[in-house]
């Protein structure tokens, strides 16, 4: 039965999919016209921008080619990543790193330098002193000019061991963060990092589903949670959002280096999907299909090319390349817009935006435009992959500009080559998305003010010069600012100044005991969490641990929240007692709960005795701590609990060749006649465990309803040969653990503490990491072969002709 179970979780599981007849000897040339480019002014024609908005072309072709990320330094001048050897030419060194300037202070860029060339697959970018970190997979460098001529003559490797295995998973989205830090998402090829300068066998740590955090000034590093594929930002508050191909916008829910205190403790997963209209939710597309991709589904459908088959048979139409997710955070378009989210979709050409709404600790993210887009283009060219928060206030687009933006391994040959993956490789634009009837804000340059602009300037209504004075600070690391940072951290009217004012001087190691009482007291809920936040940076005094332990009744459950994981650094009995009222204020919190399970720490005992049964199933997690405290001792390194990924096995031929012999033996059988309502119970019995068709089963898989449209044939080859490629996101891994135990699934989260697997009917299972003995992949689906066994011919007409129309 369990083998059973995952029968049609193969369209996901499976990237094969190959079909009884291959479609490799048929030249489809004339089903495959070439797209031609648009000029810069042609190009701005094709858009259609949401009411109250305009795009405006900043920079162009000649000045920047394959663009992928930008960022500007304190002087204003833009730098921005080339990533020229996309997609398949990574070796030939031909990417770059061009900087641009706006000569004329109109807003538009007109000359550029090459700061540096030579570079391989660079994805990400910032500024610091003077320099320039750039990510170029595996390696994370940093470039300097140091003679004046506008290029870079210093190259120093910073960190190395970032993964390089999909092209469309490296590196990306660089952002400075409230810490003091340059924060990295790492997505999905994770890596091994080292320091630049260590060798191959020297200490690594491994990063697989976490992001980083480096410190620009001492290269330390640290994993953070999160782990998306292509995009990430923080909110003006330091709320973190990242994004994947399917699953457009989602919310990172804590740090991991407040997991990772507590090894005995499992959490929930780091990051949840908040988009109220699903993960892959649909959008509203105005330029034409491509014919490639019009061509791919209809083999795929057919089964006469290996790939899954997504949208239920439809070519597009739905979310299948966001990246970018930013926060709108400036100040040029209109008060209501602030806090918008902005999320590309590179194969749909078009740009998404959402309100985010929220709901206790967790956001909802709604659309705004109702059967349409922010902005979408007739151009399929235009491929929006990244977005900047700029200096003069607006949002900036950067579009890669590329006839074909697709992963090559996704395509089939009998397309591929038809096609030219190199084709735009030598254009790309970067737009400027503004408000109508509001002038852009001249060019800003932070680079000469003075310690008391800085500071002042920490309380800008526009993120970009808030962030930018923050790392001013933090370079010059003069004390001087830590007088006029206290009196603006303690009399600023604006809370976000407040803030920021607090984070400066924690950048000084100048925090003081008075500032952080003030914040502590704040009359602004979100002021008094980024204290508790940096408490632990300083030396705890009586009166800091009263006005603390007071919080644990705030109005503010996120104050709440964050004074839980603070308290688990916090060796103190009294902590236990703040911990009950946190838990009690919120008992059906699943967040709430996870917070105070990790704090609570070694006094889990005397948590459970103040809670005198109250909570029944939080007194029940305790008890589960304290008695894996009790078999686990501290020092059990728990073996290599972080595998470097393994490649997909090989099938042998004879393998195949057995594959194939049963799907001759099921020939014929989407010919018999089909009784429905059998059907409906070979689903029930088979199906039900991964799918959900009509109100039934568990819908961990694509949803049934829309099978019809994938074609019968393809349904029958991927049940009967699910191993034929494998997604390596579905590949089953297995575990065994330190009492015995052996677990398999599919790998859906992973943190400091715990991995957690996926198997049928929807079951997931934990398992810390002190408790692992072995883990590794076995490069197989996690659907195994052999369900011919459990289903003869007649039933699996049934059984197909039951989804084939399926409501």
Known sequence: ??????????????????????????????????????????????????????????????????????????????????????????????????????????????????????????????????????????????????????????????????????????????RWGLDNRIHIACSSVGGDIRTGHATNDSPSINIRGRDIALDPRTYVFEPTSGAAQHGMGFDDWGRKFVSSNSDHIQQVMFEDRYIARNPYVIPPPSRISIASDGPQAEVFRTSPVEPWRILRTRLRVSGQA??????????????????????????????????????????????????????????????????????????????????????????????????????????????????DLTSGRDRGRIYRLAAKDRAPRPPASLQAMSISELVQTLKHDNAWHRETAARLLYERQDQAAAKPLRQLAGESASPLGRMHALYALSGLAALDEASLLRALRDTDPQVRRHAVRLIDTIAVTDELTDALLRLADDTSIEVRYQLAFTLGAWPRDRKVEALARIAKQNPSNRWITAAVLNAVGSEARQLKTSLAGELPELTKRLDEQISIRSRVTDSRSGGDTHPKP??????????????????????????????????????????????????????????????????????????????????????????????????????????????????????????????????????????????????????????????????
């Open 1 to 174: 039965m369990m083998r059973s179970a995952w029968v049609l979780f193969t369209f996901l599981l499976v990237i094969g999919g190959n079909s009884l007849s291959r479609a490799v000897d048929v030249d489809y040339g004339s089903e495959l016209p070439r797209v031609s480019p648009r000029e810069p002014t042609a190009a701005l024609a094709s858009f259609a921008v949401a009411d109250g908005f305009e795009i405006q072309l900043v920079a162009a072709e000649p000045l920047v080619a394959s663009p992928v990320a930008i960022e500007w330094d304190a002087s204003g001048a833009m730098f921005v990543c080339e990533m020229r050897g996309y997609s398949e030419n990574r070796d030939d060194g031909i990417s770059r790193i061009a900087k641009l300037t706006d000569n004329d202070g109109d807003g538009v860029y007109d000359s550029r330098t090459t700061y540096a060339d030579g570079l391989n697959w660079p994805t990400g970018l910032f500024p610091f002193d003077g320099g320039l970190f750039v990510g170029d997979a595996p390696d994370l460098w940093y470039l300097k000019d140091t003679d004046g001529d506008g290029v870079s003559d210093v190259k120093q490797r910073v960190l190395t061991g970032f993964g390089t295995s999909n092209v469309q998973g490296l590196m990306n989205s660089f």
């Open 306 to 419: 290996k790939g899954p088959i997504e949208g239920g048979g439809r070519a597009a139409g739905y979310f299948t390349g966001a990246t970018g997710v930013t926060i709108y955070r400036g100040d040029a378009w209109p008060e209501q817009w602030k806090g918008t989210a902005i999320v590309g979709d590179v194969g749909s050409n078009l740009i998404h935006r959402k309100q985010l709404q929220q709901d206790g600790l967790e956001f909802i993210a709604q659309r705004i435009d109702q059967q349409s887009e922010f902005v979408t283009s007739t151009d399929i060219w235009f491929r929006p992959a990244q977005f900047a928060n700029a200096p003069d206030g607006t949002l900036h687009v950067v579009d890669v500009y590329r006839e074909v933006i697709e992963h090559p391994l996704s395509l089939p040959e009998e397309i591929k080559k038809h096609l």
């Open 646 to 807: 393994q490649p997909v096995v090989n099938r042998s031929a004879e393998t195949k060749a057995q594959r194939q012999a049963v799907l001759a033996r099921y020939d014929g059988v989407l010919t018999l006649p089909v009784d429905l309502e059998r059907g409906s119970e070979q689903f029930k019995k088979h199906c039900s465990g991964c799918h959900r068709v009509d109100g039934i089963g568990f819908e961990i898989g694509p949803n049934l309803a829309t099978i019809k449209s994938r074609g019968a044939e393809t349904v029958l080859t991927s049940v009967l040969d699910p191993n034929r490629e494998v997604n390596p996101q579905y590949i089953n891994h297995v575990i065994v653990t330190t009492d015995g135990r052996v677990l398999s699934g599919t790998i859906v989260d992973e943190g400091a503490t715990s991995v957690t697997l996926r198997r049928a009917e929807n079951v997931t299972e934990s398992v810390l990491r002190i408790e692992i003995d072995q883990m590794k992949s076995t490069g197989l689906s996690i659907m195994p072969e052999g369900f011919e066994n459990s289903i003869d011919r007649q039933a699996m007409a049934d059984l197909i002709g039951y989804l084939m129309q399926a409501p």
